[in-house]
């Protein structure tokens, strides 16, 4: 039942709501959100920890004028609920449904889209000073600028960047700090260590206390001297903080589950006029109000369907060994041969399936937080040293740290490797967090290694592979989800270093595949057999440096060569095809095709229906294929005799 919750169909609805209303409001949210949850899986404990403070918002500031920024965005079922979504939230991280996180596309009340973490307080500083040069000009409306992030994110250099940036501004603004003392696994780090300390240290503001303190920046109602007295006292009592220092009007820690707190605090917040960003700090629990995602959050952080009752999340149907716990596995085996062996990553330990290696090696294992461009030149710095850092990252958060690459990484020719998770699409959290650039992004610079496994063993190869490679950086970048079920190697292979393999003679057609798509292109081969068309397939393994004497081999015995690859373009086939030109290989009748990611963002749906908007399924393959004999003539006529290639 749900009486209040069926009363509101826009956050309008809730501002004459007292505040014992909110209350059962927030009861009704929670249940709501755990049970739609329950059917679609999706971001749960971070979306228990804020229903609340979401009802407070809402009730008290007139969105979508007042702009309301929540970073990462993945804390924002309860928002979408309220904002008039709720009637499609069982459609949430599904094909056509709502997405994952907020986006500007899907409503007036996402004012910033996210998905990547700490963006909030940049952007909210971006609004708030558009606001202040419109008003200046005489246009523009007067608004709060309200930014929402999680302990987390409070990792992030880009975060203090804007702190840096909003508190010599004075912007006006209000940054709520959402402290659940929760990354997705438990936070690492000083400032984590410091946030923990500033609850511990300050018993939590008692009402009469915040009133007090909030009503001597209300202009109407104090001098400037009783402010002085005030700020003195303040400082004295409770001691500064760092935020304060750095220009914002710290207030906090206050119970974030507590809407007698939280609705006069803010409501103080929004009506002072405090000449500079405020900072209110709110403690709260990831998994807030049901017990097994209280109980461990980490693994309640993101969840598959699950049973109300238990908490117990649907079985995934058996298979392979996922990616991430082969690179996790091969790891650990070769660094129980090599004490030089580390492995860093940026606050996803369980994802990159590095815990287990901690587990195993936890002074050679380092969680850094969500600081990826740290990661990287941490790295950088480890292997100037000769140590042999493995730096585990998703292709997408990987992006952020590009100018360490480059700089740090690339031109010293340090032997990083890059362990990149997460590569091509990767299913329900969308465009955000698809693996799509990276073969672009570092196939263009010079020294780089860049492998791209076809399944599980071959992934094993790689990981041993680059621990030897102790003279530039190689990385090797594979899919979310489980290998193809090959049996995976005990003893991995070391991989001649820019080699490919060739799986499958013929003589009409070549497909040469980079990465987890060569079963297709071996199933487009077999259909193609079928129609009398003979294909070879090829596995290029690197897309850096190319296997030139292959790409070779195969533009001269066959009439068609399609290259075919999970990432965007300008990436694997973009160099074969300058290789093909450079040589004078596409001058004598070749036709070359790249299959790559369309030229476009694809959203949120399965993985392989990703795959198949993209275009780079079994049938795409045959068609492209087929496209290309028609426009050379008679498809089942060879060019020539196939040579025989370089067996793999
Ligand atoms: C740049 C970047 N790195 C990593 C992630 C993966 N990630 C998503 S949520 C999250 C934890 C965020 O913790 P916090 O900000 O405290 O939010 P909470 O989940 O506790 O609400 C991480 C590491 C990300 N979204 N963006
Ligand atoms: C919000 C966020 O960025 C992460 O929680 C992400 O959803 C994890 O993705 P995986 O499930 O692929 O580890
Ligand atoms: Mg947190």
Same mark, same amino acid.
């Given at each position: 039942m749900t009486p209040l919750l069926d009363r509101v169909k826009i956050p309008a609805d809730l501002w004459n709501l007292s505040v014992a209303q909110l209350r059962e409001l927030a009861d009704e949210l929670r249940a709501e959100t755990i049970d739609v949850v329950s059917q679609t899986g999706g971001h749960l404990g971070s979306s228990l920890a804020v229903v609340e403070l979401t009802v407070a918002l809402h009730a008290l500031f007139r969105t979508p004028h007042d702009r309301l920024i929540w970073d990462v965005g993945h804390q924002t079922y309860p928002h979408k609920i309220l904002t008039g979504r709720r009637d499609r939230m069982t459609t949430i991280r599904q094909d056509g449904g709502l997405a994952g996180f907020t986006t500007r596309a899907e409503s007036e009340y996402d004012p910033f889209g996210a998905g990547h973490s700490s963006t909030s307080i940049s952007a909210g500083l971006g609004m708030a000073v558009a606001r202040d040069i419109k008003a200046r000009e005489g246009v523009g409306h007067e608004r709060a600028v309200v930014c929402v992030i999680g302990d987390g994110a409070m990792s992030a250099g880009m975060a203090y960047e804007a702190i840096n940036n909003a508190g010599a501004?004075?912007?006006?603004?209000?940054?709520?700090?959402?402290?659940?003392?929760?990354?997705?696994?438990?936070? /690492?780090?000083?400032?984590?260590?410091?946030?923990?300390?500033?609850?511990?240290? =300050?018993?939590?503001?008692g009402l009469r206390e915040l009133g007090l303190k909030l009503a001597t920046h209300l202009p109407s109602k104090i001098e400037r001297g009783a402010r002085r007295v005030e700020a003195v006292a303040r400082k004295a009592m409770m001691g500064t903080t760092l935020f304060d220092d750095l220009g914002f009007y710290y207030v906090g820690p206050i119970d974030g589950h507590d809407l007698e707190q939280l609705v006069p605090v803010l =409501?103080?917040? =929004?009506?002072?006029e405090i000449d500079k960003p405020i900072l209110l700090h709110i403690v709260t629990q990831k998994g807030k109000g049901f017990a097994p995602a209280e109980a461990n959050p980490e693994k309640l952080h993101a969840v598959a369907r699950f049973d109300v009752a238990t908490g117990e999340q649907e079985k995934a149907a058996p298979a392979p060994p996922k990616f991430q716990d082969v690179v996790s596995k091969t790891l650990i085996s070769l660094a129980e041969q090599n004490s030089?062996?580390?492995?860093? /990553?940026?606050?996803?330990?369980?994802?990159?399936?590095?815990?287990? !290696?901690?587990?195993? !090696?936890?002074?050679?294992?380092?969680?850094?937080?969500?600081?990826?461009?740290?990661?990287?030149? !941490?790295?950088?710095?480890?292997?100037?040293?000769g140590m042999v850092p493995f730096c585990a990252i998703y292709s997408t958060f990987l992006q952020r740290a590009y100018d360490q690459i480059v700089h740090d990484v690339a031109i010293q020719s340090l032997p990083v490797r890059f362990a990149i998770d997460r590569a091509g699409p990767v299913g329900a959290d969308g465009a955000t967090h698809?693996?799509?650039?990276?073969?672009?992004?570092?196939?263009?610079?010079?020294?780089?290694?860049?492998?791209?496994?076809?399944?599980?063993?071959?992934?094993?190869?790689?990981?041993?592979?680059?621990?030897?490679?102790?003279?530039?950086?190689?990385?090797? =970048?594979?899919?979310?989800?489980?290998?193809?079920?090959v049996p995976i190697p005990e003893n991995p292979l070391e991989l001649e270093i820019g080699r490919g393999r060739v799986l499958k003679e013929g003589a009409d057609v070549a497909i040469l595949s980079l990465g987890a798509r060569l079963k297709d292109a071996l199933a487009a081969a077999d259909e193609l057999q079928q129609r009398g068309i003979s294909v070879t397939v090829a596995d290029a393994r690197f897309a850096k440096p190319l296997d030139e004497c292959l790409i070779r081999q195969l533009a001269c015995h066959h009439r068609v060569l399609v290259t075919v690859e999970e990432g965007a373009a300008g990436g694997f086939g973009a160099a074969v095809m300058q290789f093909l030109t450079w040589t004078g290989l596409m001058d004598r009748g070749l036709v070359f095709r790249a299959m790559t990611l369309p030229d476009r963002f694809i959203e949120h749906a399965t993985q392989s229906a990703q795959i198949a908007v993209a275009g780079l399924t079994t049938q795409d393959i045959t068609s492209t294929v087929c496209a290309c004999l028609q426009e050379q003539g008679e498809p089942s006529r060879s060019k020539s005799r196939a040579a025989p290639l370089r067996p793999g």
């Open positions: 501004l004075k912007a006006r603004m209000i940054v709520i700090l959402n402290d659940n003392e929760m990354s997705i696994a438990p936070p /690492t780090g000083a400032m984590s260590g410091y946030l923990s300390r500033l609850i511990s240290s =300050r018993k939590y503001l =409501r103080n917040l =929004r009506d002072a030089r062996i580390v492995a860093i /990553t940026a606050a996803m330990s369980s994802g990159t399936g590095l815990d287990k !290696f901690a587990a195993r !090696f936890p002074d050679r294992f380092f969680d850094v937080g969500i600081a990826e461009q740290h990661a990287v030149t !941490f790295s950088a710095g480890l292997a100037a040293e698809a693996g799509s650039f990276d073969l672009v992004y570092l196939g263009c610079l010079p020294g780089m290694v860049l492998m791209a496994p076809a399944d599980e063993a071959e992934l094993a190869h790689m990981v041993r592979t680059a621990a030897l490679i102790d003279d530039r950086p190689s990385a090797f =970048r594979y899919p979310r989800g489980s290998g193809t079920g």
